[in-house]
């Protein structure tokens, strides 16, 4: 059912729609989002707009539909399929990671509502790290060279995984994805500012490919890249070849928990990565 989520009455209407077709919701995921690759004075009032209102205020929209239908029935979950720059923002992506912040702080609010009426009905998140999704081939870009995820890379395979995990045991409070999401998230909290310089050395190019972007791109900020049928983008970007089918990480949480699987090792690799930085921002 193709649906504009910035628009809460279509949002709505998909919801009704699914019920009387297929039945009660039992999982509803927010996952849609639209970004612009651009520094801050670069991006039009109107495009900060637009990808708040589908990045952040879409997942408000389909939360609300879900919750409408779960709470009088106390049962359900809702998942909200987060990203490692929702705690932690990037050079060239504000709005999507304003957006995404955003969304932590809802989850956040709404997940204490639920344990505090006792509901049946619960909520997590999911923090996903660089995906090999076709994002970088439409979303608005006013980079001088090819967009491209920060390595270590994933296949969509293992986003879909985590959040099929999430929907079957959404009492977790989040979950965190790939060893890359740990580090960063964990490494944000420890040394913040050294992560800013960090950032401010490398995180222009490690987003962009040596390739000059293609300049006829479609941008899928105002309307679907496919609008007019013509291409089935799928589910995988444009690279294969340099992206990891599984996640080691991921594997461990699901068997020993997050404390067990982000313990020790995490913390050497947080150390590790607030050391790399500390050399990089001092040369």
Same mark, same amino acid.
């Given at each position: 059912? $193709?649906?504009?989520?910035?628009?809460?009455?279509? =949002?709505?209407?998909? @919801?009704?729609? @699914?019920?009387?077709?297929?039945?009660?919701?039992?999982? /509803?995921?927010?996952? @849609?989002?639209?970004?612009?690759?651009?520094? =801050?004075?670069?991006?039009?009032?109107?495009?900060?707009?637009?990808?708040? %209102?589908?990045?952040?205020?879409?997942?408000?929209?389909?939360?609300?539909?879900?919750?409408?239908?779960?709470?009088?029935?106390?049962?359900?979950?809702?998942?909200? =399929?987060?990203?490692?720059?929702?705690?932690?923002?990037?050079?060239?992506?504000?709005?999507?990671? #304003?957006?995404? !912040?955003?969304?932590?702080?809802? !989850?956040?609010?709404?997940?204490? %509502?639920?344990?505090?009426?006792?509901?049946?009905?619960?909520? *997590?998140?999911? !923090?996903?790290?660089?995906?090999?999704?076709?994002?970088?081939? /439409?979303?608005?870009?006013?980079?001088?060279?090819?967009?491209?995820?920060?390595?270590?890379?994933?296949?969509?395979?293992?986003?879909?995984?985590? &959040?099929?995990?999430?929907?079957? !045991?959404?009492?977790?409070?989040?979950? /965190?994805?790939? @060893?890359? *999401?740990?580090? *960063? &998230?964990?490494?944000?909290?420890?040394? +913040?500012?050294?992560?800013?310089?960090?950032?401010?050395?490398?995180?222009?190019?490690?987003?962009?490919?040596?390739?000059?972007?293609? +300049?006829?791109?479609?941008?899928?900020?105002? %309307? $679907?890249?496919?609008?007019?049928?013509?291409?089935?983008?799928?589910?995988?970007?444009?690279?294969?070849?340099?992206?990891?089918?599984?996640?080691?990480?991921?594997? #461990?949480?699901?068997?020993?928990?997050?404390? #067990?699987?982000?313990?020790?090792? *995490?913390? #050497?690799?947080?150390?590790?990565?607030? /050391?790399?930085?500390?050399?990089?921002?001092?040369?």
């Amino acid at each position: 059912m $193709p649906t504009d989520v910035a628009d809460s009455a279509q =949002v709505e209407h998909a @919801a009704e729609r @699914a019920e009387a077709e297929l039945g009660p919701i039992d999982v /509803w995921v927010n996952v @849609a989002f639209t970004g612009v690759f651009a520094p =801050v004075s670069e991006i039009e009032p109107a495009e900060f707009r637009r990808v708040t %209102e589908v990045t952040y205020l879409g997942y408000v929209h389909g939360t609300k539909a879900a919750l409408a239908r779960m709470l009088p029935r106390d049962r359900g979950a809702v998942v909200q =399929v987060g990203s490692a720059l929702a705690h932690r923002g990037v050079p060239l992506q504000s709005a999507y990671c #304003a957006a995404k !912040h955003a969304v932590q702080g809802f !989850h956040e609010s709404l997940r204490c %509502e639920l344990l505090h009426d006792g509901s049946g009905v619960a909520a *997590t998140m999911v !923090h996903l790290p660089a995906m090999n999704t076709p994002q970088f081939d /439409w979303v608005r870009s006013r980079l001088p060279r090819q967009a491209q995820p920060v390595p270590p890379i994933y296949q969509p395979e293992v986003a879909a995984r985590a &959040i099929l995990r999430a929907a079957d !045991h959404p009492r977790r409070r989040e979950y /965190w994805v790939g @060893a890359s *999401t740990v580090q *960063t &998230i964990l490494g944000n909290r420890i040394a +913040p500012g050294l992560l800013d310089r960090y950032l401010a050395r490398g995180g222009y190019s490690a987003q962009q490919t040596g390739e000059p972007r293609d +300049p006829d791109q479609p941008a899928n900020l105002w %309307e $679907p890249a496919d609008a007019a049928g013509r291409r089935d983008y799928g589910a995988h970007g444009s690279f294969d070849d340099r992206s990891k089918g599984s996640s080691a990480q991921q594997w #461990a949480s699901r068997r020993t928990g997050r404390l #067990a699987a982000a313990g020790a090792g *995490t913390a #050497a690799a947080a150390g590790y990565l607030a /050391w790399r930085m500390l050399r990089r921002a001092g040369r």
